[in-house]
Each structure stands twice: as C-alpha cells, then as structure tokens.
C-alpha cells in the first residue's frame, strides 16, 4: 500500500508539471495537501515529494526535465501556495566547500521543520557555524579545512514580503543592485589572510552580511543573532503583537515634529547675535545699502571704463579706418571705381562675364560704403566726457572697498548684506519668534504624552495577556514551575513611546527572575525563545529560526512537546534544529544526518538527507539501538 501510494504521490507531481494536468491551485488545496494530522492544515510531506522527484530526476542526470520540474516547483512555491503563508521565504540551499571537517556539502532545506542530527562529535554545529558565518560573524583561518588554502560558504535565500523592502533598503545603502526574482544569494571566500563577501555575486562589506542577517535568520543557542534579547525588540514584538503599528506611528509622527520644532528654536536662541553683534549687522546693511549696488554693475562699469579709457586711440583708429576704405588718396572705394571701369572694357568682348564681375563690384563698393557709415555712427557715441570719466572711477572705487569689506566678490557682497539683514530682523524680532516656537514645542510636547500614556496603557494589557501565553507555553516545555513577565520602565517620550520593555525570566519558583539576556543556560534561552517565537510566531518577520541545544537537560515527554512545538512553529517559519533527542528528530518534516568517517587517515563530515528506512535506522540508533529501538521508531514516525 505505502509503495502504490508513493508511485500515486509521484504521478500527481509529474502531472504538475504537465499542462494538461489539473491546475496549480487545486494540487495546492487538494484534499492530499490538507490533512487532519499537520499542524494549520498542511502537508510538507507533499511539498517534499515534489523535491525528491526533481532530486532523484538530477541523480538519474535527465537534466532537461530535472531543470522543468524545478521550473515547475518554483512556480508552485511562488504562485500557488498561499495558504503555506511564509513558508516559502526560506533557506533554499547551504553550499560549504574546505570547511573544518566538511570537504564538500551542499544542503537543500526545506519548508517547515528541518532536523539535523549525528554522533556527537561528528560536526552538526559547523551547519549552524556556516550559517554564522554568512550572516557576518568572525572566522579565522582555523575554520579552513587542513591542507587547503580557502574555504567557501554560500546560500541561496527566498525572500519573504515582511523584509524584502528593509533588504532592498540595506542594499541600496550599500550600493549593491537591487534582488531580481525574491531570491538573495550570499557567499563568503576565507582565506589565511582575507575574507570575500559577496551579495548576488557583487563584493560587499561584512557589516552588510551583518546586517541582512539580523533580518533573515533568528539563531538561537551559543551563536549571535539573538534578537529576542535585545529590549527594543522585545518592545517592537509586544506591539506587533497587539497590532499597536498605527498608534506607535502617529507617536512617532508627533516625536519628529517635537524634535524638529525643539532643534529650531534651540538654533535661533545660539544664533541669536547681541547687541553689540546687532549693531554691527545694522552698519553692513546700511553701509552696503547706501552704495545701492547690484549684481551685473561691476562688469557694466568695468566695460564703460575701458571704453573711456581708451576713447582717443578708439577715435584715432576710426578715423584712420574711414580714410582707408573712402576718404583718402588711393582709398578702397577708389580702388574699387577703377577696376570697374578696366572690367566696362571687355563688356562688348563677353557681356555675360563682364555684367557678372560689375555687379560684385558694385557690391563690394555698397559693403564699404556700409562699413564706413559703422564706424561714423560708432565713434559718434564716444565722447571725451572727463566728468563722466571721474565718475566712473569713483564708483568702481567704491565697490573695490565694499570687496574688500565684505567680500571678496560683489555676490558675496550682496550675500553679506542679506544674511546681517536675517540677523537684524531675528535679533529684533527674538522674543515673538522664540514664543511661537514655544508655543509650537509645548503643544506637541502635550500631544506627545498623552500619545504615550495611551500607548503605554495598552502595553500593560497586552504584555499580561502576552505572558500568560508564555508561560503556558513554558510548562509545556517542562518549566512547569517558571515565571515570565513583561517589566515596565518609563523614559523620556520618543518615536515608540515612553515604554522600555524587558522580558523576564525564572526557571523555578525562589530563584531570581533575570532578564533573559543575563540567562547563561543555552538549553534554557532555547526553549523560552521557542516559546516567545510560538506566541509571536504571527507577529515575528524573521523567516527562518536556527535552534541549537534546545533538547539540553530534556526528555521524555518534555521533549516530545518540544518537537511539536517546532513542528508547529514551521507553519509559519522554516526551522532548523540541531538535536540530540529522537522525539524531537521524530517530528520534524525533513531529517539530515551528518556522520563523520575516516579515510585514508582523512576525517570527512558528510550530511544527507534521511528518507524511510534510514530515518527509521537513525531514530532508532537515537533510541540506543536494537530491534526494540527500530520497533518504536516506525512508532514514533508513524505517530502512534
């Protein structure tokens, strides 16, 4: 039955994939895809099928409809699946060459809950250090594999519409091109001496990995990225959780305009000059106010003087001219009358030539007579005037004085005066000025509290009924005794308000409750972020949760729950969880082993992915081994 079933689950994608085939929604909400057992009514198995088909046809190398299929997967991920909500903005694939122990890998996760499992020892935590290290952390040379000089991590990420403006934005800032397609790859080169970062194949800074990380991945464990730490995000998650977005914009709409009122009354009252600097101001305005000058004066002057200057060797030249082109012995007009009459005495010999060469005569001789009354009516306007000339020069005198006070161009002149007549008028006019800024300041001052004490209001109801939620969440992860609250501190009003938020944490009835950045326990932050991300999980835009050592100090039934938390945690969220613990292994939508083996004194990390029997195998190597272990294995696969 289970193998016609799998043969039926592979025609169905095959059938996807051709156009005759039922439409892409109705394989999307087909019966097979909601089922009772799935957490919000998926089936990842469904999702998963469609991969290992495309894997199995790039194993069997038809690469043509391999590529289709994919083709096909990435048209039912991007136009068909809804109702998997953010599912799809995930980690497609981890790619680590040269790293530590691992020569070669290249991971595809999945949507959903992604395990990862292994010996201890055999290298579970360099997936998690990979991942760190594309989002920005340290590395040194000791992460390269021995006896090779670089090692090189990459991943492909499917962005979701929660960050894909903040990663447009973060781009942007950074100068590198904009995503095509919702998908961003980032890809990091170390070598003993250097490391190379890379965004969508163009070289970006660390900080810019750095940055893309805290919006894409949340990790969790003894690695960075915690941000459910961080207090001003625990204050952004308590209203996103409460749908608070509205109210927190118009207080921080009113902040900006408090903040902007406050600045400029601050400048006016700096730049406020004294009497003595008003006084000053008043003598720039009237001294430069009384030589009346403008902008285009000094070159009209200059060009006046030059010409006044120069009026008796301009009239000398002219007159010189005249007398070349008409009125002395030998003149150009004269010269032009005898050609004419020479040219008049081959008129009978060729008439047509001889009236062409008279007429450009006549020509030449209308061009110089036009000539001759240009330069009568030029030198006609310049006079000798030594009154005129005086003039000039004194006033081009004054205005070399004023460049020399205030300048040292005539704009800047004119410049000064009108930034002394701002400071006069600001000096004169302080006290109305400063009173309406005033004015301004304590009315949105007003606004602005009573904005926050509203806001502050609802953060009190939220947070209680949000704390309630987590610390039911809590005892089902075996903190059957802790207490978790939200604590309260004013501060000074500003863009969200006047709330400083902490989460607060005690694992058992008389010790200290702590804010939860002071808690040492990896194990214990892991399973309360596991149950702040349920709580939140409708509120969290982070796509992707990375666990570490979440099963630390767990069993049993504790851990049980621990994987169905997850599990359901992966209807909104891809996660991926590094566990130690077979009922949590046992839950999970997709399971990779990672195993460490020895070859010609060479340790190797492999990671694959486990389908049927070797999950089986591996669940029950979790349990200690044995016919017992691989009965209850199916058993916990199977979910009985």
């Known amino acids: 039955m289970a193998v016609k079933r799998d043969l039926r689950q592979r025609k169905e994608i095959r059938d996807f994939g051709n156009p005759s085939a039922a439409g892409k929604e109705d394989f999307c909400t ?107 952390e340290r590395a040194d040379k000791t992460s390269i594999r021995t006896g090779c000089s670089s090692c090189e991590i990459s991943m492909s990420f499917a962005l979701p519409k929660s960050v894909a403006k ?50 894409l991945i949340d990790t969790h464990g003894p690695h960075e990225h915690q941000s459910l730490l961080k207090q001003s995000i625990q204050l952004e998650l308590i209203d996103r959780y409460g749908s608070l977005e509205k109210i927190t914009s118009e207080a921080s709409e009113i902040f900006e305009g408090f903040k902007k009122t406050k600045f400029e009354r601050e400048e006016l009252e700096k730049g406020i000059p004294s009497s003595s600097e008003a006084e000053h101001f008043r003598f720039i305005v009237s001294d430069i106010a009384k030589a009346g000058i403008h902008a285009d004066e000094e070159e009209e002057l200059v060009t006046r003087h030059n010409l006044a200057s120069n009026s008796h060797d301009i009239l000398e030249t002219a007159t010189n001219a005249v007398g070349m082109l008409k009125e002395s012995e030998g003149s150009l007009t004269d010269r032009i009358s005898e050609i004419y009459r020479v040219i008049q005495g081959f008129e009978g010999a060729d008439p047509d030539m001889a009236a062409k060469f008279l007429k450009q005569c006549e020509s030449l001789t209308e061009t110089a007579n036009e000539l001759v009354e240009g330069i009568q009516r030029y030198t006609g306007n310049i006079e000798l005037d030594e009154k005129e000339f005086t003039e000039l020069e004194e006033r081009i005198r004054i205005i070399q004085n004023l460049k020399r006070r205030y300048g040292p161009t005539l704009a800047d002149v004119i410049k000064t005066a009108e930034n002394a007549r701002i400071k006069l008028d600001e000096f004169e006019n302080f006290e109305s000025i400063r009173t309406s800024f005033i004015e301004k300041e304590k009315s949105l ?39 978790f609250t939200v604590d309260f501190k004013q501060t000074e009003p500003g863009p969200t308000g006047s709330d400083v938020v902490d989460f607060i944490f005690s694992p058992n009835p008389g010790e200290t409750a702590k804010p939860l950045r002071e808690i040492a326990s990896s194990g214990e932050i892991s399973r309360v972020m596991l149950a702040l991300k349920t709580v939140l999980s409708s509120a969290d835009s982070i796509p992707v949760l990375v666990f570490d050592e979440i ?90």
């Open 30 to 136: 087909s019966s097979f895809v909601k089922t009772k057992n799935m957490p919000r009514g998926i089936n990842y198995k469904r999702i998963q099928c469609l991969w290992e088909f495309v894997s199995s046809l790039s194993r069997r190398s038809i690469l043509a409809k391999a590529d289709q299929a994919r083709k096909s997967c990435s048209l039912l991920y991007r136009n068909s699946f809804s109702v998997f909500r953010g599912l799809l903005h995930m980690i497609e694939w981890i790619r680590i060459k040269n790293l530590a122990l691992i020569e070669e890998a290249e991971i595809e996760f999945k949507p959903g809950f992604n395990v990862i499992t292994g010996e201890t020892g055999a290298g579970k935590t360099i997936l998690i250090g990979a991942i760190g290290m594309l989002l920005g």
């Open 166 to 215: 903040s990663v447009s934005e973060i781009l942007d800032s950074a100068g590198l091109p904009p995503v095509e397609d919702k998908v961003i790859q980032l890809k990091r080169i170390l070598t003993a001496t250097s490391s190379r970062n890379f965004v969508n194949d163009s070289s970006a800074s660390l900080q810019t990995l750095k940055t893309l990380g805290n919006i």
């Open 445 to 483: 001052n007003d606004k602005l509290l009573k904005k926050c004490s509203e806001i502050s209001k609802k953060r009190h109801e939220i947070s209680a009924k949000f704390a309630k939620k987590v610390c039911a969440e809590l005892r089902k992860l075996g903190f059957a005794r802790s207490d």
């Open 551 to 640: 099963d630390v100090n767990i069993g049993g039934e504790t851990a049980m729950i621990v994987g169905q938390e997850l599990k359901a945690l992966g209807s909104s969220h891809q996660v991926l969880c590094i566990s130690h613990l077979p009922q949590v292994a046992a839950c999970a939508d997709t399971h990779y082993s990672v195993e460490k083996s020895v070859v010609k004194g060479r340790t190797f990390t492999a990671v694959s992915e486990l389908k049927d029997t070797d999950r089986k195998s591996e669940i029950a190597r979790m349990l200690g081994g044995g016919k017992a272990a691989e009965k209850h294995a199916e058993e916990m696969l199977s979910g009985k």
